[in-house]
């Protein structure tokens, strides 16, 4: 009795094609259909690994960790110069979930950057932002702005420490006038000093002191004039009432939050 045998059945030939189209390890140049292009590697058709994306729209390059199609990882992120037609990087750091996470470098200009901590494509944590007119924050962000604990050192060297909300000056603070030679100490709200103290700080060495130093409280008015021993006028004291403007202290509530 013959033996039939049936014939094996033929795969259709675009499944042939497709699993030759999932990509998977190194791959040279794919594109996509608006003109983007990655070259790197792959697993389970999406970017995994090391490599490298070009954004045809903003000519926007991106070079790091990829993981199942999301920046994470270490990677940097650079943009087109449309004057010099050079690359000029903007961001190098660490990504988690396509956002920058972890600590991290953004430029802002040629004379404007931040290092420090990032969380969620903001400024979070403990970072310190250098500003274009040479002024110098320190101190914890949230939300891309100075929140709790920091220093602003100005370009003329006087400087703020104390506590921020919001990105300005609010709660206990000290206010350094090296300049002139003074320390404000007291509270803050939204950049401006409302009630503390103003003492003589370092005025011998004040490259622009003021013309008499703080009197003691209490002391009569003729004696306002009258040069006081160094050790007297490190201790005296002018107490500021709320509300009121405190003298020498403009930089202190315009400098930059």
Not at 43 to 57: L, P
């Given at each position: 009795m013959p033996i039939s045998k049936c014939r094996p059945k033929s795969e259709p030939l675009w499944?042939?094609?497709?699993?030759?189209?999932?990509?998977?390890?190194?791959?040279?140049?794919v594109f996509a259909v608006n003109g983007d292009h990655y070259v790197g590697k792959w697993?389970?058709?999406?970017?995994?690994?090391?490599?490298?994306?070009?954004?045809?729209?903003n000519g926007a390059i991106?070079?790091?960790?990829?993981?199942?199609?999301?920046?994470?990882?270490?990677?940097?992120?650079?943009?087109?110069?449309?004057?010099?037609?050079?690359y000029r990087r903007v961001y190098s750091g660490w990504w988690k979930g396509d956002k920058k996470c972890g600590y991290g470098i953004q430029f802002f200009g040629p004379k404007e950057y931040y290092e420090g901590d990032w969380c969620g494509n903001q400024r979070s944590g403990w970072g310190r932002m250098y500003y274009s007119n040479g002024d110098i924050y320190e101190g914890q962000w949230r939300n891309n702005k100075p929140e709790?604990?920091?220093?602003?050192?100005?370009?003329?060297g006087n400087r703020y420490e104390g506590n921020w909300q919001r990105g300005m000056k609010n709660g206990l603070g000290r206010f350094f006038h090296l300049?002139?030679?003074?320390?404000?100490?007291?509270?803050?709200?939204?950049?401006?000093?409302?009630?503390?103290t103003m003492i003589d700080w370092g005025r011998d060495e004040a490259p622009k002191p003021t013309q008499f130093s703080i009197p003691e409280v209490g002391s009569s008015p003729g004696s306002r004039g009258r040069?006081?021993?160094?050790?007297?006028?490190?201790s005296t004291r002018s107490h500021t009432q709320p509300g009121r403007a405190q003298p020498g202290n403009r930089q202190g509530q315009n400098s930059r939050s």
């Open positions: 499944k042939a094609w497709d699993q030759k189209a999932q990509k998977n390890g190194p791959r040279h140049q697993k389970d058709n999406m970017k995994h690994g090391k490599g490298t994306q070009v954004w045809r729209k991106y070079e790091g960790d990829w993981k199942f199609g999301k920046r994470d990882g270490y990677g940097t992120l650079s943009l087109s110069d449309q004057e010099t037609g050079k709790g604990e920091g220093m602003l050192r100005l370009k003329n300049d002139h030679g003074q320390l404000f100490e007291g509270l803050w709200v939204d950049n401006i000093a409302k009630c503390g040069t006081q021993p160094r050790e007297r006028q490190n």
